[in-house]
DNA sequence: TCTCATTTGTCCGTATGTATA
DNA sequence: ATATACATACGGACAAATGAG
């Protein structure tokens, strides 16, 4: 980790303006150029530092690109943070990437029409009760048939015509198809999990009296306007089921 | 009011290094230079597009940022994607982020001490039964004083000393103090959800008889080389409680 | 409202170092 | 060892946005 800089007076081995962007990053850390201050200008640090502006904007470019200043034409290089933000990131490629077990399941679609919403189903659609929205209800399962745990989709009117080109047994998730039959990209999710005993009506699926416990997933599939697209409610038996989610820390 | 002038049909307003990117770009997603080949040299670059090398390498060096190709000295500029990966993500500044209520909750300690790990504790904490860890033990609560639900923490013997510095009632996630304490950051962390019938222990804290169903998550915080430092266990009842996760959809 | 100096953005030219094949 | 190709570093010039007067 240390540099092996020779005991001599032989140069350091960095990049030149890498070497500028530790100085920087540095007096920022310690405060000598403070949270909402300007940062010397392009023109200063070459005379200060005896060096080239092409040197000085590459070091300037990668504080931009940690997040430590924010640049404006005409204005300067502002300071907006004196260390760069630790965060903690969750990355998937999709959304069934939350479960360890997606790529290894099928979806059966019993039933895919047009009913209207009920009261109940309305208020995570963010629509009014009685608005027509494509019903769709099925099952997960193991590829070796296993039931994993039933699931019901809505789909938004916009986009009821999907119907037609939903297969019996899905293997990609719905609102990829969604996606691809009318080139309108989901830009975010957002996913409720709770716990609690099933709706009854749910218990023969697996062989069960009585109501077992399940957990319960709500996902809403937004547009970039945070239009809803589609819901999707799933239950899982609680007791053969955990939900795994791995979170890195990283800058900005 | 004032005349632009000729703001002529043959103007292009994009810089130039961003016209370039585009051009690559598409080139890339029809396939003209499939994944794994090879872009043109900087130099060749230059001389068909008439431009300058500052100006190829910067349109180059954003591809790069995009994910769509590698740089490496010598060799050259391999296409590694056709498209930017969309992705999904989550962010959360801190853990507790994870959860609606954490600002507004507090960690009450009932007890810390070293003591030797159980079977079943062991096996999260990757660790061998009998080991040494200090075993924290209190309730989550909302700040005006009703139970959220009961929590486990169990650190590392090395992170053991942290015992001195944790207060009674903790505002802050446990791991940061073991951060500050030790200077080791936590770099990754592993989260379990899982649900069912709560340990009769646990009951009376809510007032119920019986065994509520809860909510189970089980947190283990590692370092850089992947130790787990320490482990934490909390329940929720289920019928209060609500598991909220965001994602959102991006590039890379 | 307008001018004007300041500051970053864009673009060009050139030279040398260094990893790769 | 040689040629290639990207990385680093220097230089200059003008454009465009900003903010103060």
Not at 101 to 126: I, W, Y
Not at 140 to 167: K, N, Q, S
Not at 188 to 204: D, K, L, R, Y
Request: charged share 25%; net charge positive.
């Amino acid at each position: 980790m240390a540099p092996r800089d020779t005991p001599g007076p032989g140069k350091p081995k960095a990049p030149l303006y890498q070497r500028i962007e530790t100085l920087l990053r540095e007096a920022i850390a310690e405060g000598r150029y403070p949270v909402g201050g300007l940062l010397p200008t392009e023109a200063e640090l070459c005379e200060t530092l005896r060096v080239s502006r092409h040197t000085v904007r590459e070091a300037l470019r990668r504080l931009k690109d940690a997040g430590l200043v924010e640049r404006r034409q005409g204005a300067g290089t502002v300071v907006i943070a004196r260390t760069p933000e630790r965060v903690f990131v969750q990355t998937v490629r999709d959304i069934s990437g939350l479960f360890q077990f997606a790529a290894d399941t099928v979806l059966h679609l019993r039933s895919a029409q047009l009913s209207p919403l009920s009261e109940e189903d309305a208020e995570p659609c963010g629509a009014a009760a009685g608005e027509r929205w494509l019903r769709c209800e099925g099952e997960r399962r193991t590829r070796d048939g296993r039931p994993i745990g039933p699931v019901t989709a809505l789909v938004a009117p916009r986009f009821a015509a999907v119907a037609a080109a939903l297969p019996e047994t899905l293997t990609a998730p719905i609102y990829s198809y969604v996606e691809k039959r009318f080139g309108v990209p989901v830009a975010e999710v957002v996913q409720e999990i709770s716990a609690g005993p099933m709706p009854a009506a749910f218990a023969p699926l697996f062989g069960k009296k009585g109501r077992p416990v399940g957990m319960r997933f709500v996902r809403r599939y937004l547009d970039a306007a945070g239009e809803v697209m589609l819901v999707s409610f799933n239950w899982h038996l609680a007791e053969r089921f955990t939900y795994l989610t791995r979170l890195k820390r990283g800058e900005a």
